[in-house]
């Protein structure tokens, strides 16, 4: 039987957690004093949290302490954990449950990659955790998306070569880390944004299990 190794991104591929994090860091831009918008929230998709935090400062124009900066970004999170505190499965985004489903029937390796290093406690909260052969998120690696580290690491606990991999992905940073990492990418969301990708869909209900096995079977 053939195998590929199927890594998933988690925020806007497995799970809509992009408006919690907009929430959160619309609230911190406030209490700076700079408006943040939905356009700029867009932006930040893929990106850690240092980096978040520093072009939300360069928009607003705005220079502030190390220290003042260190709290902004422990606030930040705290209100984010906040919201996913209350998340459940029915905020698994749809026909998810059923490609990890098919996956596992045909004993695939799945990973998670994701840059978000509350992955673990999301996943769990939405009854997915047990899905995956591996976890690797922001707390393994160093380097963020474009850079392909979290899916190379992401290959070798599948005991995968790079070549051998797809990656599911919403973010323009991750699909060029995908990209660059010669997996294959497959781009879940808007056409015009994610042109980049080898395949797009608007999300997993446009995936049939048929196209699946084609990956399967390459």
Not at 86 to 106: F, G, N
Request: net charge negative; with cysteine; glycine share 6%.
């Amino acid at each position: 039987m053939n195998k590929k190794g199927f890594i998933f991104d988690l925020d806007g591929v497995i799970v809509d957690t992009a408006k919690y994090h907009f929430l959160a860091w619309q609230n911190l831009a406030k209490s700076i004093g700079i408006d943040f918008t939905h356009e700029q929230n867009e932006q930040l998709k893929g990106v850690s949290r240092v980096k978040s935090l520093e072009k939300i400062l360069e928009w607003g124009n705005k220079t502030i302490s190390e220290e003042l900066f260190a709290s902004l970004m422990g606030k930040k999170n705290e209100e984010y954990l906040s919201f996913i505190e209350k998340m459940t499965d029915e905020e698994v985004l749809p026909d998810v449950p059923k490609i990890l489903a098919y996956l596992i029937a045909q004993k695939q390796p799945i990973s998670l990659g994701s840059a978000s290093k509350n992955a673990r406690p999301i996943l769990e909260k939405v009854n997915l955790l047990s899905k995956f052969d591996a976890i690797v998120d922001g707390n393994d690696v160093s380097k963020a998306k474009p850079d392909p580290e979290v899916f190379l690491i992401a290959a070798q606990h599948l005991n995968m070569k790079p070549e051998d991999c797809i990656v599911f992905e919403d973010s323009v940073a991750g699909v060029q880390a995908a990209n660059t990492a010669n997996m294959i990418s497959i781009g879940i969301g808007e056409r015009n944004v994610l042109h980049e990708a080898d395949y797009i869909f608007s999300d997993f209900t446009e995936i049939e299990n048929s196209f699946i096995q084609e990956l399967i079977n390459r």
